[in-house]
């Protein structure tokens, strides 16, 4: 979320990221329940409103791409975890491919934003 409070992208991207973060917190405090919404951020099936859609838009702004890597990590992770503990699936790849062995990208993005 300190990534998303730095970034200079268009305002429904914002929104859209901060509310799924805030989603993330949710489903990481017990709501299991919002796991599925969660999971549309990671691989929405209308491609829509998810990392791959908001990418297109962004890719060129090298902060803001940082900054939605770092949240698509975060969410993947929390989706993975919260998957394991409430029994949930199938997961799509890159809810699974969020394991903490590859934090090291992750670590470099957030230092381009200073966080």
């Known amino acids: ?29 017990g709501r299991f329940e919002k796991l599925p919404q969660l999971i549309c951020f990671i691989e929405d099936p209308d491609m829509e ?14 902060t803001a791409s940082a900054a939605l890597d770092l949240a698509i990590y975060a969410c993947g992770f929390v989706s993975r975890t919260a998957a394991n503990a409430s029994g949930y699936s199938p997961l799509p790849d890159p809810v699974l491919e969020s394991l903490p062995e590859i934090y090291e990208y992750y670590r470099d993005r957030a230092s381009l934003l200073g966080v």
């Open 1 to 29: 979320m300190t990534a998303w409070n730095k970034v200079h992208a268009p305002e429904d991207i914002v929104r859209q990221v901060r509310d799924y973060l805030t989603l993330g917190y949710e489903v990481l405090d």
């Open 49 to 62: 409103h998810d990392f791959g859609a908001f990418f297109e838009r962004i890719q060129h702004n090298e």
